[in-house]
């Protein structure tokens, strides 16, 4: 069972702090830390609320198991990563950032099983729907070249269209 009185603070100190938040207000609770190596610029719970994402300027996605403190993956980016969601199973993540790439990777394998270059300039915020069936994106430079994919659905890259892998739902 999932931890449910931790929160997640991170920024510029290159780490993710993890106090608690159980017990009275006034008390001194024991805090944990996470280390990203560098500015963190989004914290993202999983659904089930076992593992926690970072995203920020190390040009990655990290992943950690918060019983064990441990990581699980590091995804790759090409730049700064501003932005991340996991899809409502918790069994995918997409991030985006500077380079405009929304990538969407399997959790348990890192395995990156969508990648779009959205011509919006950088990826700001990303959301699942509630089903999970579309991602919302909230852009740099929007332009009405950019359409909100399905996770089950096609998207294309400058290689041409990807496989869907399956829904989300």
Not at 88 to 97: D, E
Not at 146 to 167: D, V
Request: hydrophobic share 35%.
């Amino acid at each position: 069972r999932h931890d449910q009185s931790l929160m997640a603070v991170s920024g510029e100190f290159n780490e993710i702090w993890l106090p608690r938040i159980d017990g009275p207000a006034d008390a001194e609770q024991p805090t944990s830390r996470l280390s990203y190596g560098a500015w963190v610029a989004e914290t993202a719970f999983s659904p089930n609320g076992l593992l926690l994402a970072a995203a920020g300027y190390r040009n990655q996605v990290v992943i950690w198991e918060l019983k064990t403190r441990s990581r699980v993956q590091t995804l790759r980016h090409g730049g700064p990563v501003l932005s991340l969601s996991f899809g409502v199973t918790g069994s995918r993540i997409a991030s985006g950032g500077r380079d405009g790439i929304l990538r969407i990777h399997q959790v348990k394998t890192g395995l990156c099983v969508r990648e779009t270059h959205m011509h919006a300039g950088e990826l700001r915020s990303i959301a699942f729907s509630p089903r999970g069936e579309c991602i919302a994106m909230g852009c740099a430079k929007p332009d009405e070249s950019n359409r909100l994919p399905s996770p089950g659905g096609r998207l294309t890259s400058p290689g041409g269209p990807l496989s869907s892998g399956g829904s989300q739902r």
